[in-house]
């Protein structure tokens, strides 16, 4: 198994595909669409810049350059101050995503455990997820478990 890295810029478009197999391995299918492009664009610019709120991390593909085989994105939230939360930081974790033919090799683990280092070095007092049955283990394992039922409003878009 290979060493996570931060990812860059440059690695925008696999991010991108990686999290268009995570779709595909969730709804059983790829919905390709224009939340690509801008996805993409959303990465090349949050990877840029100097004090980053989103953060990825990526293990490289040995057999095809500029290809990646795994990754983990988060991002870091500053909130208002609360007990238990002194300085008001949080994480979210929303693409954990390893490519088919890598799977089982410890990839998305790595990566997800360099995004928690990662939140920890930033003091964020709790971070959250979705999890899909199938990635319920690995986030156990790393120390997730249920917490209050949250609420969420959802507004449909128009689709031009």
Do not use: K
């Not at 998305?108 to 971070?127: G, I, K, M, S, Y």
């Amino acid at each position: 198994m290979s060493t996570p890295r931060p990812a860059g810029p440059a690695d925008a478009d696999e991010l991108v595909r990686l999290r268009t197999l995570m779709f595909a391995s969730m709804q059983g299918e790829a919905r390709p669409g224009p939340w690509q492009e801008t996805a993409r664009q959303v990465l090349a610019r949050a990877l840029a810049e100097p004090e980053r709120r989103l953060q990825a991390y990526v293990v490289d593909d040995p057999e095809r350059p500029g290809g990646l085989v795994s990754c983990a994105i988060g991002t870091l939230e500053q909130r208002l101050p609360a007990p238990g939360h002194p300085e008001g930081r949080f994480g979210f974790v929303f693409n954990i995503s390893t490519d088919p033919a890598h799977r089982g090799r410890g990839h998305a683990r790595a990566c997800t455990e360099a995004l928690l280092a990662w939140f920890d070095a930033h003091r964020a007092t709790r971070v959250d997820l979705h999890a899909t049955e199938g990635g319920e283990a690995l986030y156990r394992s790393l120390g997730f478990h249920e917490h209050s039922t949250p609420l969420s409003r959802q507004r449909l878009l128009d689709q031009d």
